[in-house]
């Protein structure tokens, strides 16, 4: 007799909070649907995206569209510079699409902050120590002077996710690269990382990340 697996109840303080991570996950959770149904125009969206994460986001001719359809009007800059929230959007779903490629299943899932998918990709022997390539990487990111070295450090660990098939919530994550952007707020964004990595996890199904229910 088959088990039924059990839901994991999803914290609120884990669930993005402001409206750019709200609507990253709309966004990012829209995308991974149609892609999954192998709809040809969210593959070529996310091949934009992907192509697009080392160009600023002014440059990003092509994701402009993946980026700013339906973007919240109050987050929208007023000057001839991106703002914040503008960069930490394409960040966000720059890096997604590059979790997204050639995947099979969910990489958006709601409630799973950086650290603690990192915290399940080093759970193998050989990564859980302080010196494995995922943990070097993952204190690299966290002592990053400015955002495009966090996001050299980010995409590198998003590149391992994808291969271990562990998904990540990218709501939360603009919410932190838009916090790294501010100095008053940048450590904080590191001591959550920190505490989500290390924190003791009772979710019957932690070992299955992919048991989450991804936004629609």
């Given at each position: 007799m088959t088990t039924p697996s059990v839901k994991p109840r999803l914290n609120p303080w884990d669930l993005p909070r402001t409206n750019l991570g709200k609507y990253i996950s709309r966004r990012a959770a829209e995308l991974q649907s149609r892609y999954l149904a192998q709809d040809a125009t969210a593959k070529a969206?996310?091949?934009q995206l992907r192509n697009g994460i080392r160009r600023p986001i002014g440059n990003d001719v092509l994701a402009w569209g993946a980026i700013f359809d339906g973007f919240p009007p109050e987050l929208t800059g007023r000057s001839d510079e991106?703002?914040?929230a503008e960069v930490a959007a394409h960040a966000a779903l720059s890096l997604f699409a590059i979790h997204m490629q050639s995947a099979?299943?969910?990489?958006?899932l709601n409630g799973v902050g950086l650290g603690r998918a990192?915290?399940?990709?080093?759970?193998?022997?050989?990564?859980s120590d302080p010196s494995s390539p995922v943990m070097r990487r993952f204190h690299a990111l966290g002592t990053s002077v400015d955002l495009p070295e966090?996001?050299?450090h980010a995409r590198g660990l998003v590149q391992q996710l994808r291969a271990a098939g562990i998904g990540l919530d990218y709501g939360r994550l603009a919410e932190d690269f838009a916090g790294l952007q501010s100095p008053e707020r940048?450590?904080?964004v590191r001591l959550r990382w920190a505490r989500d990595l290390y924190?003791?996890?009772?979710?019957p199904n932690d070992d299955n990340p992919n048991e989450l229910k991804e936004e629609n």
């Open positions: 969206t996310l091949a991106p703002n914040r099979r299943e969910p990489m958006h990192v915290r399940r990709l080093s759970r193998s022997p050989d990564e966090t996001l050299h940048a450590d904080g924190r003791l996890d009772p979710t």
